[in-house]
């Protein structure tokens, strides 16, 4: 677990990086606060990692210092293990940057800053196909930090609107369950454990990757509080069938809300698949969350929620608070964040307009489709959707039937020193024996950076196939070492968690998110995006 950070004791953190070294003294140089970064004092010390230095130290010297630290982190542009955005106008940055120091819950004092968030939801909605019939009552949306967040206000939504139903029929209310697929991603996991809810988990199959419908309603009975269908799945991309769940729900008159995650393909979908029926054209369909910092096209944090009524969203759940002299309606986990994710929202949406959107969903949607392509004819066995029946990412793994002396997560060890971030995984429990790799084709992945990607991924099976069994295992550690970053005498490993037990992953080894290669494989926390 990366951001779980543990706190050294006083024996790691006064341990020198080299054993020894404490006995060595060097010569002290007053210090002269008008000589350069690299000549002043600080360039020859370590930086502080335990205790808060007592002295201040200048502005240049602290931003250098930090700088040249962050510049052992990858290239972001090379980063195609992640969803999130890398790229976004100068303009946009610029109007981001302008609101860092807005607390957005100030309501009363940055007003507009709230009235861009409701036009954002406004126009989510909208995409999302949420009723707008006068007859019917407003659907409902917020922004959050991400879609976690957003998932986290749903399920209690949702288990607070079941506990209401049942409470008024005098039944018992004690054991809700969620039924979903064995593939969520870790914040489904989060929202049943920290809000006690049952998880009812669809396994994935080694030939099938998204929820069975069928097995899903089977699974719903009275204290189902509702059912996760998932928009581009973290493993494939794939799109689960939402309308095939509505309709048994219907056919079957089953009483079961479904909240749709679309926290990857809740901004592609309805560009480049219009008429998949997925959001609130289905009427089981009660609640989406989408991720405004994946192909919504902004840097994180931010996503959204949408409920289709008040029905779905109980009121006791809602504080109205008047802060600062505004009353406000407020469904958050978190009180202070910051107004510039929202503002950048707001900035791609009407400067791309729908039509913006579908230009670049629909190129990247090619490119991908033209990146599955070339894998296949290179021998790899795609496990992805193409033609904009997935999100755009390619997810592909190695042949079997050529008896390679070497694993995917080789493949991705050896794409890693030319600076290449493409996780090697495995799939979801009752399937993970499935090796795969997986490729997410974001705004800034152009063609022909896709290009020099596909020559490097023939150099490295190349060279894989040149080396025998021992030396891909020496090269694997070798790079595993040089990979292990911000463990400088450091205790970055969480010891107290590991081999924990409660979490899919605990119990089956299931990688909720396709780990970084800058991991080792045995790490137990490799959910890091
Ligand atoms: C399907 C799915 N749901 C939820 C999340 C969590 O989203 P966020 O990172 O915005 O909290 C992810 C992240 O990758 C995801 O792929």
């Known amino acids: 677990m990366v951001h779980l950070s543990t706190v050294a004791n006083d024996n790691v ?16 140089d007053e210090d ?13 010390q370590e930086l502080p990692a335990h205790e808060m230095p007592e002295e201040q130290m200048p502005k240049e010297v602290a931003y250098r210092m930090i700088k ?32 860092l120091p807005k607390n957005f819950i100030d309501y009363e004092e940055y007003p507009q800053t709230a009235d861009i968030q409701n036009r954002c939801v406004a126009m989510i909605a909208r995409l999302f196909n949420a009723p707008t019939n006068e007859s019917e009552d407003n659907s409902m949306g917020t922004s959050t930090v991400g879609s976690s967040e957003a998932i986290m206000l749903g399920t209690l939504a949702m288990k607070k609107r079941w506990q209401n139903k049942r409470k008024a029929e005098g039944k018992d209310y004690s054991k809700p369950n969620i039924v979903m697929n064995s593939a969520v991603q870790v914040c489904w996991e989060k929202a049943a454990r920290y809000f006690e809810v049952e998880e009812r988990y669809v396994f994935c199959t080694e030939d099938r990757y998204v929820i069975d419908p069928e097995e899903c309603v089977k699974l719903v009975d009275e ?9 581009g799945t973290t493993y494939t991309g794939e799109y689960e069938d939402v309308k095939a769940i509505n309709d048994l729900l219907v056919k079957q008159d089953i009483d079961c809300p479904i909240h749709v995650d679309a926290a990857s393909g ?3 979908a309805p560009f480049v698949v219009p008429e998949l029926e997925w959001d609130f054209r289905l009427e089981k369909v009660i609640s989406i969350n989408v991720s405004g910092h994946k192909y919504g096209l902004v840097y994180p944090g931010v996503g959204w929620v949408v409920w289709r009524s008040p029905e779905y969203l109980p009121k006791e759940l809602v504080f109205n608070i008047n802060y600062l002299g505004a009353d406000q309606a407020s469904f958050t986990l978190n009180f202070s964040k ?38 296949e004819q290179l021998g790899f066995i795609l496990m992805s959707k193409t033609g904009g029946q997935g999100l755009p990412l390619v997810a592909f793994r190695l042949d079997p039937a050529k008896g390679h002396h070497y694993d995917e997560f080789a493949v991705a060890h050896q794409l890693r020193e030319r600076g290449w971030v493409v996780p090697a995984y495995t799939m979801a429990p009752h399937s993970e024996k499935l090796k795969l790799m997986r490729v997410v084709v974001r705004e800034d992945f152009s063609r022909s950076r896709c290009d020099t990607l596909i020559k490097d991924i023939k150099l490295a099976v190349d060279t894989l196939n040149k080396m025998d069994k021992d030396k891909v295992e020496q090269h694997v550690e070798h790079v595993k070492k040089h990979t292990k970053h911000g463990k400088k005498k450091g205790v970055s490993q969480n010891k107290h968690y590991e081999n924990e037990k409660y979490s899919l992953q605990g119990k089956s080894g299931k990688a909720s998110q396709p780990p970084s290669p800058f991991l080792p494989r045995t790490n137990p926390f490799v959910r890091i995006y």
Do not use: H, W
């Open 32 to 44: 002269d606060q008008t000589v350069s970064v690299y000549g002043s004092r600080y360039a020859e």
């Open 223 to 231: 204290n189902t509080i509702g059912i996760c269908a998932i928009i």
């Open 68 to 99: 040249d630290d962050l510049s052992l982190d990858g290239n972001p542009m090379l980063n195609l293990a992640s969803f999130v955005t890398t790229y976004m106008e100068e303009e946009a940055e610029k109007l981001m940057a302008e609101a």
């Open 266 to 268: 809740g901004f592609v």
């Open 338 to 375: 910051g107004a510039s994710q929202v503002i950048g929202q707001y900035y791609q949406m009407i400067r791309l307009g729908k039509n913006g959107y579908r230009a670049i969903m629909s190129n990247l949607t090619r490119t991908s489709d033209y990146l599955a392509a070339c894998l």
């Open 13 to 28: 953190a006064q341990k020198p990086l080299v054993e020894g070294m404490e006995k060595i003294k060097f010569r002290q």
